[in-house]
């Protein structure tokens, strides 16, 4: 079990909008409709912000978005605001009852 | 509103046995409609889930650690607790227990604010 393969930091200006992408194999991220990710500010504990892949946690606003394609989950995040820096890792359920998280990506807002 | 708190010593002898507890207020460990969890981050580092537990005392452990695990709940005080054996340095982290509604969904939706353990002689 390996984890999950997230880009090391990303970056974008107020206003636009970043990809983050996850890449797993067809044994996690592409063999279930169970990734979700989470944002983490320094020294506090994970937020789940995407859940089943695409869907939105109650108060987490509708710029946040999330995707999937064969092995590889996106999150992406319109409309870019300071407030969005921050660490992001994503998740995946791995089969025979086990859970894969991504090595984390720091999104910077220029 | 569910509420989680880790505690536990915050300094581990290499060897020894790390052993926390996540206590659970505003809702209940016996609900069958989630499962427990604990998860993992070294300083600077990423997450990595440790294992889960349902209710009924089924047990989910990551592969890599499974030999040195043990997750176990006390319904009577509300709290799951982690058993990590024979530590390393390795071990090293901030751990937090969290809620989940089912470990084939892999997702966390409520964390405790983690409790830093630190191996070192």
């Known amino acids: 079990q390996s984890a999950l393969t997230q880009p090391r930091s990303v970056s974008g200006s107020p206003g636009q909008s970043v990809t983050i992408s996850c890449t797993g194999t067809?044994?996690?991220?592409?063999?279930?409709?169970?990734v979700s990710w989470y944002r983490q500010y320094p020294g506090k504990a994970p937020k789940l912000m995407i859940y089943?892949?695409?869907k939105r946690p109650s108060g987490v606003p509708d710029r946040f978005s999330g995707s999937k394609s064969d092995n590889t989950a996106s999150l992406t995040i319109s409309g870019l605001q300071a407030e969005d820096e921050s660490d992001y890792y994503c998740?995946?359920?791995?089969?025979?009852?086990?859970?894969?998280f991504g090595g984390g990506t720091k999104l910077t807002v220029l | 509103q569910l509420q989680l708190q880790e505690s536990g010593p915050g300094l581990v002898k290499p060897s020894e046995t790390l052993s926390l507890t996540c206590t659970v207020s505003?809702?209940?460990?016996?609900?069958?409609?989630?499962?427990w969890g604990w998860i993992r981050q070294p300083p600077g580092k990423g997450l990595e889930w440790i294992g889960s537990?349902?209710?009924?005392?089924?047990?989910y452990y990551n592969p890599s650690l499974k030999s040195r695990v043990t997750i176990s709940g006390d319904t009577s005080k509300n709290q799951f607790a982690l058993e990590l054996s024979s530590v390393t340095a390795a071990d090293t982290a901030i751990y937090y227990c969290?809620?989940?509604?089912?470990?084939?969904?892999?997702?966390?939706?409520?964390w405790g604010q983690g409790t830093l353990v630190t191996v070192s002689s």
């Open positions: 505003g809702g209940s460990i016996s609900s069958s409609n989630y499962y």
């Open positions: 067809s044994s996690d991220v592409g063999g279930y409709n169970s």
């Open positions: 998740c995946s359920y791995a089969g025979n009852y086990t859970v894969v």
């Open positions: 969290a809620r989940h509604p089912s470990v084939t969904t892999g997702y966390f939706h409520q």
């Open positions: 537990m349902y209710y009924s005392g089924s047990t």
């Open positions: 089943d892949v695409t």
